[in-house]
C-alpha cells in the first residue's frame, strides 16, 4: 500500500507545446508589435507599421489599420508609405 | 547449446531493392498550377495585346440618350486603344554529381540517377513553382487595391468558438470580397487558403451555422458542402495548399516550412488561356484571369505558342537531364526551369488579412 500511495503522489509535470503551425509559418506581427505610425501616399490613410524577420515570402514590413492590411519589403514601404 | 544466429546484422539477411524515402508524396495536393496554369512560350520573352475595360468600351452600354439617333443622322462613335504587356521568364537551374563508382556500389539495390532524376523532375521542381507561385498569390502588390482587407475577426482560436458577430465569419468575409471583384468587373471563381487556415474556417461555429442553413441535420464542414455553399456566388474552385518546404542548411535537421502562409484567403479568377467566345462578350483567343504560369520552351520561329515540343525545342523550358562528366568520371542530374507567374490582370485578385492567430 505504501508503495502505491508513492506512486500516486507523483505530480504530472505542466509543460506548453507550440501548435506545429506557428512553428512551420512565421505569423505576421501581432497587435503590440507595431511600434509607428505612417501614412499611405496616395490618399493619406493612416497605419500603424512593424519591422520583423522576413515571412515566407522574404517580406518585412507590414502596415495594418482597422480595415486593411499590407506586407512587403523595405523598397516597397518607402515607395508607398511616408512615416509620420 | 542450440544453433543460432550470433546476431541479425551477421545472420543471412535479404537484400531489397527498395529504398526508405523520407517526405514521399509530400508533393502532392499541389494547388498553383489550377490558379495559374502552365503557359509555355517560345522565346525567354513574350510580348501580347493587353485590352483593358478602361481603354477598349470594356462593359459599356449604349442606352444613353446621345446613341439615340434619327434615320440619316451619323452613329456616335467611340474610340478605343491597345495596351500591352511583356512577361519576361527567369531562368534557373541546379545539378548534383552522381559519381559512377558511387552508381555501381549501390547497383542493383538503388538506381540513384533514377531517384534524383525523380526527385529534381517531381519534386523540387513541383515544390518550387507551388513557391513562386504562392508567393505571387499571396502579394498585396498584384491585387488592384493594392491592399488586403482585414477579417472582420480575426482568425483567432478564441474566435473559432464563438458564433455571432464576435466570431470568425469567413463565409462572410469572402463573400464581401466576392462583391467587390465583381464591382470591380470581374467574376470571381476560387478561393484559395492554406491548410491551417481551412483547419479554422471548417471549424468556426458561424460556418457550421452557414453550411448547416436551417433545415440541414447536423453535419461536419468539408470542402465539397463549404463549396458548395459559396456556389450561389460563383465560386467553383476551393484550393487548399497544404504543402510544406525544407529551408533548413544541406544536412541539417529539416525545417519545413508552410509554402502557402496564413496570412491571407485569395478570392479570386483563376488564370486562363482559351479560344474566343461570342458567349464571353469577346472572340479573339483571350489570356483572361489573374495570370499564367509562364515558362520558356519549344522554341519555334513565329508568334503562336508552340504545342509540339519536339523537333525544333531546346532546354529552356522546365526540365530534367542527364550527362557524363568523364573526368570526374560521374553522371550529372541536371534540373532547368524558366517558370514565371505572369499576372496578367490584378482586378482578378482580392485578399483577405485572416490575422491568423
Same mark, same amino acid.
Given at each position: 500500500?505504501?508503495?502505491?500511495?508513492?506512486?500516486?503522489?507523483v505530480?504530472?509535470?505542466e509543460?506548453?507545446?507550440?501548435p506545429?503551425?506557428?512553428?512551420?509559418?512565421?505569423p505576421?506581427?501581432?497587435?503590440?508589435?507595431?511600434?509607428?505610425l505612417?501614412?499611405?501616399?496616395?490618399d493619406?490613410?493612416e497605419f500603424a507599421?512593424?519591422?520583423?524577420?522576413?515571412?515566407?515570402y522574404?517580406? +518585412?514590413? +507590414?502596415a495594418?489599420?482597422?480595415?486593411?492590411?499590407?506586407q512587403g519589403?523595405?523598397?516597397?514601404?518607402?515607395?508607398?508609405?511616408d512615416?509620420? | 547449446?542450440?544453433?543460432?544466429?550470433?546476431?541479425s546484422?551477421?545472420?543471412?539477411?535479404q537484400e &531489397?531493392?527498395?529504398a526508405?524515402?523520407e517526405g514521399?508524396?509530400?508533393?502532392e495536393?499541389l494547388?498553383?498550377?489550377k490558379?495559374?496554369?502552365d503557359?509555355? /512560350?517560345?522565346?525567354?520573352?513574350a510580348? &501580347?495585346?493587353?485590352?483593358?475595360?478602361?481603354?477598349?468600351? #470594356?462593359?459599356r452600354?449604349?442606352?444613353?440618350?446621345?446613341f439615340?439617333?434619327?434615320?440619316?443622322?451619323k452613329?456616335?462613335?467611340m474610340?478605343a486603344?491597345?495596351?500591352?504587356? =511583356?512577361?519576361?521568364? %527567369?531562368?534557373r537551374?541546379?545539378?548534383?554529381?552522381?559519381?559512377?563508382?558511387?552508381?555501381?556500389?549501390w547497383?542493383?539495390?538503388?538506381?540513384?540517377?533514377a531517384?534524383?532524376?525523380?526527385?529534381f523532375?517531381?519534386?523540387?521542381?513541383?515544390? =518550387?513553382?507551388e513557391y513562386?507561385?504562392?508567393?505571387?498569390?499571396?502579394?498585396?502588390s498584384n =491585387?488592384?487595391?493594392? @491592399?488586403?482587407?482585414?477579417?472582420?475577426?480575426?482568425?483567432?482560436?478564441? %474566435?473559432r468558438?464563438?458564433?455571432g458577430?464576435?466570431?470568425?465569419?469567413p463565409?462572410q468575409?469572402? /463573400?464581401a470580397?466576392?462583391?467587390?471583384?465583381?464591382?470591380?468587373?470581374e467574376?470571381?471563381d476560387? @478561393?484559395?487558403?492554406?491548410?491551417?487556415?481551412?483547419?479554422?474556417?471548417?471549424?468556426?461555429q458561424?460556418?457550421?451555422?452557414? @453550411?448547416?442553413?436551417?433545415?440541414?441535420?447536423?453535419?461536419?464542414? %468539408?470542402?465539397?458542402?463549404?463549396?458548395?455553399?459559396?456556389a450561389e456566388y460563383g465560386?467553383?474552385?476551393?484550393?487548399?495548399g497544404d504543402?510544406y518546404?525544407n529551408n533548413?542548411?544541406?544536412?541539417a535537421t529539416p525545417?519545413?516550412?508552410?509554402?502557402?502562409?496564413n496570412?491571407?484567403i485569395?478570392?479570386?479568377?483563376k #488564370?486562363?488561356? #482559351?479560344?474566343?467566345s461570342e458567349?464571353?462578350?469577346v472572340?479573339v483567343?483571350?489570356?483572361?484571369g489573374f495570370?499564367?504560369?509562364?515558362f520558356w520552351t519549344?522554341?519555334?520561329?513565329g508568334? @503562336?505558342?508552340s504545342?509540339?515540343?519536339g523537333?525544333l525545342?531546346?532546354?529552356?523550358?522546365?526540365?530534367?537531364?542527364?550527362y557524363?562528366?568523364m573526368e570526374i568520371?560521374?553522371?550529372v542530374?541536371?534540373?532547368?526551369?524558366?517558370s514565371?507567374?505572369?499576372?496578367g490582370? %490584378?482586378?482578378?485578385?482580392?485578399?483577405?488579412?485572416?490575422?491568423?492567430?
Open positions: 500500500m505504501a508503495e502505491e500511495k508513492k506512486i500516486n503522489s505530480k504530472i509535470p509543460v506548453e507545446v507550440s506545429v503551425a506557428d512553428a512551420s509559418c512565421p505576421p506581427p501581432i497587435d503590440d508589435q507595431f511600434k509607428g505612417c501614412k499611405r501616399v496616395s493619406g490613410m507599421y512593424a519591422i520583423h524577420e522576413a515571412d515566407t522574404g517580406r +518585412t514590413h +507590414t495594418k489599420n482597422s480595415s486593411l492590411f499590407w519589403v523595405e523598397s516597397e514601404f518607402r515607395q508607398l508609405f512615416k509620420k | 547449446m542450440p544453433v543460432f544466429t550470433p546476431t546484422g551477421t545472420g543471412p539477411r &531489397l531493392a527498395l526508405i524515402v514521399e508524396g509530400a508533393v495536393n494547388i498553383g498550377d490558379i495559374m496554369p503557359f509555355p /512560350i517560345d522565346k525567354r520573352t510580348h &501580347l495585346p493587353k485590352l483593358t475595360l478602361a481603354n477598349t468600351q #470594356g462593359m452600354m449604349i442606352a444613353d440618350n446621345k439615340l439617333r434619327a434615320p440619316g443622322t452613329y456616335e462613335r474610340v486603344s491597345v495596351s500591352d504587356a =511583356t512577361m519576361s521568364t %527567369n531562368v537551374g541546379a545539378e548534383i554529381v552522381v559519381p559512377n563508382e558511387v552508381s555501381m556500389e547497383a542493383e539495390y538503388l538506381d540513384l540517377l531517384f534524383f532524376s525523380a526527385r523532375g517531381q519534386e523540387i521542381s513541383g515544390l =518550387t513553382k513562386l507561385i504562392a508567393q505571387t498569390v499571396f502579394n498585396v =491585387t488592384f487595391a493594392g @491592399v488586403a482587407t482585414n477579417a472582420a475577426v480575426a482568425y483567432t482560436a478564441a %474566435n468558438d464563438i458564433q458577430a464576435l466570431g470568425m465569419n463565409i468575409d469572402i /463573400i470580397r466576392v462583391r467587390y471583384l465583381k464591382s470591380i468587373g467574376a470571381p476560387f @478561393v484559395a487558403m492554406s491548410g491551417p487556415v481551412w483547419e479554422r474556417v471548417r471549424t468556426c458561424n460556418t457550421l451555422a452557414f @453550411v448547416r442553413g436551417i433545415f440541414v441535420g447536423i453535419s461536419e464542414v %468539408n470542402q465539397t458542402n463549404f463549396l458548395g455553399a459559396l465560386i467553383k474552385d476551393l484550393l487548399i504543402s518546404y533548413a542548411a544541406d544536412g525545417s519545413l516550412v508552410q509554402l502557402w502562409s496570412t491571407y485569395a478570392v479570386g479568377r #488564370g486562363k488561356a #482559351g479560344v474566343g458567349k464571353d462578350g472572340s483567343p483571350t489570356l483572361g495570370g499564367v504560369n509562364a519549344g522554341f519555334k520561329v508568334g @503562336v505558342p504545342v509540339e515540343t523537333a525545342s531546346f532546354a529552356g523550358g522546365n526540365y530534367v537531364e542527364t557524363p562528366q568520371n560521374s553522371m542530374v541536371r534540373v532547368g526551369m524558366s514565371l507567374p505572369f499576372v490582370n %490584378n482586378r482578378c485578385l482580392a485578399l483577405i488579412a485572416t490575422n491568423y492567430a
